[in-house]
């Protein structure tokens, strides 16, 4: 059981960050936001998958314009992202952002971030203040030696005492470098000083491979220890997949349930059916399934029925052939080439009745 750290609680749109509200999903767009038609339906695309909060890059003035249009036709929370140019960014809060995300080393020194503070003020919309190791400030890179996560606390910590100069708590923080202990003590360090909401994640953490990998290690890690409000796993590569990422890090760790939780086994000398074959379509036929549902696909009599009998649906392999559990029952037998069409058969039977029954 993780025992989360109790953090403030903002609103980014209709999703609460911090306090008791669960972690939350995020991810960013990464078409051109000056074409508006992709970019909402990249933003569509990414809700389907789950993301409950997006991000939109904001570089000029041409994007505010197709932010504001964007916005109005989001189904999720849109949070503009500007970096160097705070005239764009009291723009955007102004275009009717649901959030908006500055990095302090880049904004353009303290008057220019007390000027955008005020913008979110008087809008009444929250402020991500985004430390990135690859932007910190001279004197802070000088006194450190570099980006450490001394050094990412410090420029976190001169953002809070601006955010408390101006009166404005409605921030959330994150302290992110592209190596995963670097990210993990900066964090640490941040939430035993303050309360504020933090955003998580590994950023620029590389392709898909290295991207899941890191992430979940330093997401995984962040989570278990209680920490961590909101999260985004970065990826190059589509951004749905930071979607499907982010969720299958908090259903591992126990933090929320969103669609089937699928176990499969490895395979071994003893499998006797396409072990393989039979998990990947079933988890394709069902990817779009959000009642939370155990599926089991085991390949023989070893562990086979004990994990197919744990879940909701299961099948344990014999040859040619696999037996059916459905709730800790057996069912019958099914021919190898019907597994997947019963497996998937009865989970949308059992999500539809557990639908009806919410
Ligand atoms: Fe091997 Fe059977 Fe275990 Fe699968 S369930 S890994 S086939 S022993």
């Known amino acids: ?53 997006v991000r939109v890059a904001v570089p000029d003035e041409a994007s505010v314009r197709a932010f504001r249009r964007i916005k109005s036709s989001s189904p999720i929370p849109v949070i503009a992202d500007v970096h160097f140019h705070y005239r764009i960014a009291i723009a955007c809060a102004k275009a009717g952002a649901d959030g908006l995300r500055i990095n302090p080393g880049n904004i353009g020194g303290e008057a220019r971030t007390l000027e955008v503070l005020r913008a979110a003020r008087s809008g009444g919309i929250p402020l991500r203040i985004g430390v990135n190791a690859g932007s910190l400030g001279k004197d802070i890179l000088d006194r450190h030696g570099g980006p450490t996560s001394k050094a990412l606390l410090e420029s976190a910590a001169r953002a809070v005492r601006l955010c408390e100069k101006a009166r404005f708590r409605q921030v959330k923080f994150s302290l992110k470098a592209s190596d995963v202990p670097t990210t993990v003590e900066a964090y640490r360090l941040f939430s035993k000083r303050f309360d504020y909401p933090l955003h998580i994640g590994v950023t620029e953490a590389g392709t898909v491979f290295s991207g899941t990998v890191k992430s979940s290690i330093g997401l995984g890690i962040l989570l278990a220890e209680g920490i961590g409000d909101t999260l985004r796993v970065s990826i190059t590569g589509p951004p749905e997949e930071e979607v499907r990422v982010g969720w299958q890090i908090l259903k591992s760790l126990g933090l929320r349930e969103r669609g089937p939780d699928f176990i ?28 939370p549902l155990k599926v089991a696909v085991m390949g023989c009599s070893v562990n086979g029925p004990g994990e197919a009998r744990e879940a909701d649906v299961g099948v344990a392999g014999g040859r040619g052939e696999g037996l059916l559990f459905v709730r800790g029952k057996v069912i019958k037998k099914v021919r190898e080439k019907e597994i997947v069409a019963e497996v998937v058969r009865i989970a949308l039977r059992l999500a539809a009745e557990k639908e009806r029954s919410r």
């Open 264 to 291: 499969s086994c490895p395979t071994c000398g003893r499998v006797s059916i396409d072990v393989a074959g039979i998990a990947r379509e079933v988890e394709r036929r069902l990817s779009r399934m959000t009642v």
């Open 1 to 53: 059981m993780i025992n989360r750290r109790k953090t403030r609680r903002i609103r980014v749109g209709n999703v609460y960050v911090g306090g008791r509200a669960p972690v939350s999903v995020q991810s960013m767009t990464n078409t051109d936001t000056r074409d508006v038609r992709a970019t909402i339906a990249q933003i569509r695309s990414l809700a389907r998958e789950g993301c409950e909060i």
